[in-house]
DNA sequence: GGCATAACCAACCGCAGTGGTAGGATATGG
DNA sequence: CCATATCCTACCACTGCGGTTGGTTATGCC
């Protein structure tokens, strides 16, 4: 598996979030109760996304969570990867301060190993999927399906999942 | 760390007997000496390609193992499915015979969980990722880089590293 | 003020997988 | 017969994951 349940959860967290209004702010419980999630871990996760700038709190009664930002503008890159750090395909690849990745490996610059090829392939294609999809399609798939809970088959899902889901699930 | 170590050995392997060729077998522990790796564990990792059929062996003295296939006809998806088992981004992924990728939790067809939409096409990026490239193209990269020592950084590598370290690097 | 609510924080813990080792059995060429 | 080398099974230390426990602090409401 190559993310975490802390990804799933998070990002769960995050659509419940956005298909709030940031008006009243959401306590975790609601969530953990909504989503079927341990609540002691649900503030374990939710702190990543807090530290990260992601969302905002206040604390006391009626207190909670809320997006800080509107969820058209949080690409899910950002909320990746501060629920499970840096995307990395493999232990040998660091980021130094420039964003760029290295292969730790082969210190020599002479012979730079072939594998960075490949999985610099790979992380840019994890990137790519995760930068050109926003919080905000992961909302309105989730009030298009649970609004509509027989499936026309045609009508339905247009954009979204036609280059999404159809990408990998070819005859639903 | 998406991928373990098996992936990086497995592959690093599938490249030293893509430089070799395939008339005379090569022992695993040339490869080891070769790459500096434990052999006890290359014969674990060799396992795994032999019974997924990309490599064939002959025991006894003057024994070894050479690709079952030309490099070329061999996509690193492939190889790296042999070495790590499915490619799924998250645990709820399950693969059914008809290559379907379905989600386990929220079994009642209603509300399907929205996070489903976003590992679909992180595991589209990273399939197709692996898919076009070949191992052909990653033993001819190893051969440019242990010819060509120093790097000319801009008449070198014209096509492949453009599309490939190029697309995370913008300026190396 | 007091109490319920709810964010925050820091340990702790069982479990499974990873990375590797140990020791052998089997096959083959010289 | 022996060196080489594949093949196979079991074992093991360590780490990270998923989760729990038990608090402390802050805030709204009666």
Redesign the pocket.
């Given at each position: 598996?190559i993310?975490?349940?802390?990804?799933?959860?998070g990002v769960r967290l995050m659509i419940e979030l956005g298909r709030q209004s940031p008006e009243h702010?959401?306590?975790?419980?609601?969530?953990a109760d909504a989503e079927g999630?341990?609540?002691?871990?649900l503030?374990?996760v939710?702190?990543r996304l807090?530290?990260a700038g992601l969302?905002m709190?206040?604390?006391?009664?009626?207190?909670?969570?809320w997006l800080a930002r509107p969820a058209e503008d949080i690409a899910m890159h950002e909320v990746v990867q501060a629920l499970?750090?840096a995307i990395a395909p493999m232990?040998c690849f660091v980021h130094d301060h420039t964003q760029r990745v290295l292969c730790s490996h082969e210190p020599d610059a002479g012979r730079g190993c072939a594998t960075k090829l490949l999985w610099t392939r790979v992380q840019a294609g994890i990137v790519r999927s995760l930068q050109t999809t926003t919080l905000a399609e992961l909302v309105e798939f989730s009030h298009r399906t649970d609004r509509v809970p027989d499936t026309p088959a045609g009508a339905q899902a247009p954009v979204v999942s036609a280059t999404a889901v159809g990408a990998q699930a070819p005859a639903a």
């Open positions: 598996m993310f975490s349940s802390k990804a799933e959860y702010p959401t306590s975790l419980k609601a969530i999630l341990p609540l002691a871990y503030e374990q939710v702190a807090r530290k969302v709190s206040a604390r006391g009664a009626h207190g909670g969570y499970e750090g232990e």
